[in-house]
């Protein structure tokens, strides 16, 4: 029978929750690497019981776990992140330069065709590639030697690059995010990149044109239409046609379109979700009320699915990385707050039902479907 | 042999049992002692020193004979009592954060 195994990474390690298809028991182990913060734990397509897992610390620095168990056993595997030749400097919050710095990696995204390789995202921003299963680590330095590098600032959580989407169409085609730079994308396999942000309009920034300097937080596409994008900024949710040449805003009528995570149903490529946050201030649901909403075409039109979420008194946040979908029928949706809840709906968000409520606050989830 | 006594984070990243015991060639340094037990327990590499620089990450700290070898250069010769393998040298997370 069809399961499913949702990856979930914590501020104090991770956990592994799994289900048979129904989707209604849950097993749940854990801790794995117990204090350490994980920032993501992704398994490979084509392997899925190979797992990458990114372990970090303030004390201890930063270590690639790996799997191939489907998260039974775990190797620390390759950590040698060293930028390409001199890093260089961007731009520091007062505008002054700063050195490039690595602090972390944010995002860890398998292959879709080779279960040893994988791309990271790391903090300060810059995209790396294993082929080896982790092991040995090359940074496409093609990225941060982008022209506008100098320009780039961190968001307010570091200079991350948070999204890595590998065109199921185009294996040379690859779109990351990075906050808060923007949007890139390279047709050759990661050696060359531009910025994708025409249409992005955010407050702060006079220049309408700007190539880089958007807040964008999580992109997110549907394997069938790799063209078409949906992206979380800052504030504004927004969609591109084009494979990021032009962007348009979809927030419409939604309560409030500052957030973080974003995601589109498995087998619906015009339905998608966020979780509307109040504001950048104020990093908890509107009214205390956990609501995601959900549009059916695409953007513009959002309706709330509240059943089975807390509507009061409920001030957590969902972070950029902290949402996925399976590909059972019909779709299931998990996020993850940072009070330490993982909800489901195994019925694409008709309702909802804690899988675990107390966990460290979460920091991704992601999820596996098995055969 | 030189003992070396790891924070719980690292003894379980490397899998360790306890303290761990090193040789090292001629006048053990703080430096040639981290070399040697980053060659055995490859993981721990960039999880005490910087792996470019190799400077000691922030909050971590080394200690040994009730004394604080932190900010010591590297190729400082370690206590006596540690080259003898009486005294351990201790590996701390700081107490820092939250």
Known sequence: MSGVRVLVGTRKGAFILSADGKRAQWDVSGPHFPGWEIYHVKGSPVQPNRLFASQTSAWFGQQIQRSDDGGLTWEPVGNAFVYDGVPGTHQWYDGTPHPWEFARVWHLEPSLTDPDTVYAGVEDAALFRSTDGGRNWNELSGLRGHGSGPNWQPGAGGMCLHTILLDPANPERIFVAISAAGAFRSDDGGTTWRPINRGLKSEGIPDPAAEVGHCVHRLAMHPSNPNRLYMQKHWDVMRTDDAGESWSEVSGNLPTDFGFAIDVHAHEPETIYVVPIKSDAEHFPLDGKLRVYRSRTGGTEWEPLTAGLPQRDCYVNVLRDAMSVDTLDPCGIYFGTTGGAVYGSNDAGDSWAPIVRDLPAVLSVEVQSLA | ?98
């Open chain 2, 1 to 98: 042999m030189i003992r070396v006594v790891l924070p719980v984070a690292l003894r379980a990243l490397a899998r360790i049992e306890g303290e761990v015991a090193l040789s090292v060639e001629g006048e053990p340094t703080q430096g040639s002692v981290l070399d040697a037990l980053e060659q055995r327990y490859p993981m721990l590499q960039g999880a005490i020193r910087d792996r470019v620089t190799r400077k000691r990450r922030p909050f971590v700290r080394f200690f040994a004979c009730e004394r604080d070898l932190s900010h010591e250069a590297p190729e400082t010769p370690l206590p006596d009592a540690v080259a003898r393998g009486l005294e351990p040298l201790l590996v701390v997370g700081a107490m820092a954060g939250g």
